[in-house]
């Protein structure tokens, strides 16, 4: 099993990287679409930037899910993984702006294979420790409402710097 979970976690890394680094671009191939908006970033904002972890990290999820039989620990470890990959694109984000004083592209894609590799990294031990079974429906409550913040914000989000475009200043659609 742990061999198998850590096989899991490297092809959940590489599946999660590449969806998430094409899926910045969908809102704008869609035509900027507002129900394409509700899944996908709808400008450059770090809030709307999580996105690009939430979506593909739930897909490979529930993909997992079938591949390890349905292990009901895992959906805790990959929630906890989840807030753990997003707080560290925010984190890592925001301390490189404050040192360095500006926005760097390069430096936000580190950021998102950053808030990947701590993600997969905390759900392998959670997951791996098999002590989260009782846990399974609070796991799954919490990709819920993250998925319902990101739908309701993507259209009211809150005027503070998070969800701020640093490139037209704007918020949401």
Same mark, same amino acid.
């Given at each position: 099993? %742990?061999? %198998?979970?850590?096989?899991?976690? @490297?092809?959940?890394?590489?599946?999660?990287?590449?969806?998430?680094?094409?899926?910045?671009?969908?809102?704008?191939?869609? +035509?900027?679409?507002?129900?394409?908006?509700?899944?996908?970033?709808?400008?450059?904002?770090?809030?709307?930037?999580?996105?690009?972890?939430? =979506?593909?990290?739930?897909?490979?999820?529930?993909?997992?899910? %079938?591949? =390890?039989? %349905?292990?009901?620990?895992?959906?805790?470890?990959?929630?906890?993984?989840?807030?753990?990959?997003?707080? $560290?694109?925010?984190?890592?984000?925001?301390?490189?702006?404050?040192?360095?004083?500006?926005?760097?592209?390069?430096?936000?894609?580190?950021?998102?294979? @950053?808030?990947? $590799? $701590?993600?997969?990294?905390?759900?392998?031990?959670?997951?791996?420790?098999?002590?989260?079974?009782?846990?399974?429906?609070? +796991?799954?409550?919490?990709?819920?409402?993250?998925?319902?913040?990101?739908?309701l914000f993507s259209f009211m989000p809150p005027l503070i710097?998070?969800?701020?475009?640093?490139?037209?200043?704007?918020?949401?659609?």
């Amino acid at each position: 099993m %742990k061999n %198998k979970l850590f096989r899991q976690c @490297i092809f959940g890394f590489i599946f999660t990287g590449v969806l998430g680094s094409l899926f910045h671009f969908v809102y704008g191939w869609s +035509g900027y679409n507002s129900f394409i908006g509700l899944f996908f970033p709808v400008n450059e904002s770090t809030w709307e930037h999580l996105k690009l972890l939430y =979506l593909p990290y739930l897909m490979w999820s529930v993909i997992e899910y %079938k591949i =390890l039989n %349905k292990n009901k620990s895992l959906w805790f470890g990959k929630a906890v993984g989840l807030l753990t990959g997003m707080l $560290a694109i925010i984190s890592f984000f925001y301390s490189y702006n404050g040192i360095i004083g500006r926005n760097i592209p390069f430096l936000n894609i580190v950021s998102f294979f @950053i808030g990947i $590799a $701590a993600a997969f990294t905390v759900d392998y031990f959670m997951i791996k420790s098999g002590k989260f079974e009782k846990a399974e429906k609070i +796991g799954i409550a919490i990709f819920a409402v993250i998925g319902i913040l990101f739908i309701l914000f993507s259209f009211m989000p809150p005027l503070i710097p998070l969800f701020k475009d640093p490139v037209t200043f704007s918020y949401g659609i």
